[in-house]
């Protein structure tokens, strides 16, 4: 197995863009292409990677701003949760909440969903249903390298922020101990901004997760 993860940060509000490939399918995975199309296809480029799917964690723009270029260079279809497309038909309209001026979002070719498997060469994605940060918001677990891809839920020593339409604290909370905790302390997590950290680390030192009463 030759699976090898690059991390882009692009855009804005510096969002990880991270490419999964496997070096000798030369396939690839796209998650949350935040920005700058030209880059992401120039990283899979360079090592011979044909990108085969875009996927995104959740709708915010910052996630989503590279999707229509990335999707007419490679033609991949883009994939998201159901629950978070209303948020995407949204984006001239956030936009004007943060003084941008944004594009509509883009439209989705399929939909991504609690449980489900989605197989590339060697690369194989879990899909869990973490939603609080935004009611579709996903992660995607790829077990062969004990990494999850958490999105905007649970970052370096913080979480996501739940104050924007949408948002739902509790739900949030649930979702990283319910879902996240559990995969184990040894697991990667590769945040949708920040460093990457570990489900150990964040349990220990989360002040977050410390202070909540799910901590025990």
């Known amino acids: 197995m030759a699976i090898e993860i690059i991390r882009l940060t692009l855009g804005m509000v510096q969002t990880n863009c991270f490419i999964v490939g496997d070096s000798e399918a030369r396939q690839a995975v796209v998650i949350d292409p935040a920005d700058n199309?030209?880059?992401?296809?120039?990283?899979?480029?360079?090592?011979?990677?044909?990108?085969?799917?875009?996927?995104?964690?959740?709708?915010?723009?910052?996630?989503?701003?590279?999707?229509?270029?990335?999707?007419?260079?490679?033609?991949?279809?883009?994939?998201?949760?159901?629950?978070?497309?209303?948020?995407?038909?949204?984006m001239p309209v956030t936009g004007r909440w943060f003084g941008i001026d944004l594009p509509p979002g883009p439209e989705p070719d399929g939909f991504v969903a609690e449980g489900e498997r989605i197989a590339l060469g060697e690369i194989v994605l879990n899909v869990l249903f973490?939603?609080?940060?935004?009611?579709?918001?996903?992660?995607?677990?790829?077990?062969?390298?004990?990494?999850?891809?958490?999105?905007?839920?649970?970052?370096?020593?913080?979480?996501?922020?739940?104050d924007l339409p949408g948002c739902d604290h509790d739900a949030l909370m649930r979702s990283i101990f319910e879902k996240l905790l559990p995969l184990?302390?040894?697991?990667?997590?590769?945040?949708?901004?920040?460093?990457?950290?570990t489900i150990g680390q964040e349990r220990r030192t989360n002040p977050f997760l410390l202070m909540h009463p799910g901590n025990d």
Do not use: K, N
Not at 144 to 155: A, H, K, Y
């Open 37 to 90: 199309a030209p880059a992401i296809l120039r990283a899979a480029q360079e090592r011979g990677w044909e990108i085969h799917e875009i996927l995104a964690t959740h709708a915010h723009f910052d996630h989503v701003l590279a999707v229509d270029d990335l999707r007419e260079a490679t033609g991949a279809p883009f994939r998201l949760h159901e629950a978070d497309v209303p948020l995407l038909q949204a």
């Open 130 to 162: 973490t939603p609080g940060h935004a009611p579709g918001h996903v992660s995607y677990v790829l077990a062969s390298q004990e990494m999850v891809f958490s999105g905007d839920c649970l970052f370096q020593g913080s979480i996501g922020r739940t």
């Open 184 to 197: 184990g302390d040894q697991y990667t997590v590769a945040p949708g901004h920040g460093e990457l950290t």
